[in-house]
């Protein structure tokens, strides 16, 4: 997938519809929500999106588990940046916090999220 020069994201992003994601949102004193599950849309080591049953206002910290075929990871930290009507739901905007939030760089996350990104890359070529 081509980036076009308006676009926002550092890198391409590759489908990933058969990755299973739950979320769960960060609540005011960090108390977490319940559990949702979302379905994948596309993903890359900075980002993602996800198509949800509900809206989740933009800027609300997330917490992601990700589970695929030789892929499982867990505690994700992430922030929605951008929520629109989709089809029977609502497409979110992800971006993951290890890597755009000041301190919170992670190289156990950012090498998990590299090895996720570039599984569905080589199911994309």
């Not at 379905?39 to 809206?55: E, F, K, T």
């Amino acid at each position: 997938m081509a980036v076009s020069t308006g676009e926002r994201r550092i890198k391409s992003r590759y489908e990933a519809p058969c990755l299973k994601v739950r979320l769960r949102e960060r609540g005011f004193l960090g108390m977490q929500k319940s559990m949702l599950a979302v379905a994948c849309i596309d993903l890359n080591r900075y980002g993602m999106a996800v198509i949800s049953p509900r809206p989740i206002e933009p800027g609300s910290r997330l917490s992601l588990d990700f589970d695929g075929k030789y892929i499982s990871e867990s505690r994700v930290s992430a922030r929605v940046v951008s929520v629109q009507k989709f089809q029977a739901g609502y497409r979110l905007g992800i971006r993951f916090s290890y890597y755009h939030e000041k301190g919170r760089y992670c190289r156990t996350v950012d090498n998990a999220l590299s090895r996720i990104e570039g599984f569905y890359n080589r199911l994309a070529s």
